[in-house]
T-cell receptor
Framework: DVKVTQSSRYLVKRTGEKVFLECVQD?????MFWYRQDPGLGLRLIYFSYDVKMKEKGDIPEGYSVSREKKERFSLILESASTNQTSMYLC?????????FGSGTRLTVV | QKEVEQNSGPLSVPEGAIASLNCTYS??????FFWYRQYSGKSPELIMS????GDKEDGRFTAQLNKASQYVSLLIRDSQPSDSATYLCAVTGSQGNLIFGKGTKLSVKP
């Protein structure tokens, strides 16, 4: 089975901090995605990547950036955390036959 | 903006009944269609994928696709209390990313 691992399950950060969320997959997938999930708003795509060094903006990229230096690792960066970025962050990996999600990081910005 | 629409529910069915979950999508170019199950506090888990018109069965689950009507459905036969979860419909967007509906909450009453 594909395994997608997110480094932290829960995270509490202060406003203005730079935050790194890490995601690693073990199936050599080229496609990786970052979503955030909020009650009533569903899953929204932040950024995605189809290859090393490549990145594409999703629907809500403002306030975020990403890094993909190696195929298996896709990092989401909050440049200056704000309270409206408190959310569940979900990383996914896969191809046209389906995507596997990591267990998620619940980030609280105080 | 490409959209995926689902009734938010909650949909309540008695144990042993058939649960029927529906989804419509706006992008006629979508090629792949998925159903995810998400338990409270957990990440989405892929349960069904379907790529061509018709029915696809897997155990108690049947996915149905009608591309002409832009409609996808999921039937759960012999519903169990353990099926109580939020079910997310997802379709591929033009860039290969997944576009999610906001989910239908299913409650199976013993």
């Amino acid at each position: 089975d594909v395994k997608v691992t997110q480094s932290s399950r829960y995270l509490v950060k202060r406003t203005g901090e730079k935050v790194f969320l890490e995601c690693v997959q073990d199936m050599d997938h080229e496609n990786m995605f970052w979503y955030r999930q909020d009650p009533g708003l569903g899953l929204r795509l932040i950024y995605f990547s189809y290859d090393v060094k490549m990145k594409e903006k999703g629907d809500i990229p403002e306030g975020y950036s990403v890094s993909r230096e190696k195929k298996e690792r896709f990092s989401l960066i909050l440049e200056s955390a704000s309270t409206n970025q408190t959310s569940m962050y979900l990383c996914a990996s896969g191809f046209y036959y389906g995507y596997t999600f990591g267990s998620g990081t619940r980030l609280t910005v105080v | 903006q490409k959209e995926v629409e689902q009734n938010s529910g909650p949909l309540s069915v008695p144990e042993g009944a058939i649960a029927s979950l529906n989804c419509t999508y706006s992008d006629r170019g979508s090629q792949s269609f998925f159903w995810y199950r998400q338990y409270s506090g957990k990440s989405p888990e892929l349960i069904m994928s379907i790529y061509s018109n018709g029915d696809k069965e897997d155990g108690r689950f049947t996915a149905q696709l009608n591309k002409a009507s832009q409609y996808v459905s999921l039937l759960i036969r012999d519903s169990q209390p353990s099926d109580s979860a939020t079910y997310l419909c997802a379709v591929t967007g033009s860039q290969g990313n997944l576009i999610f509906g906001k989910g239908t909450k299913l409650s199976v009453k013993p």
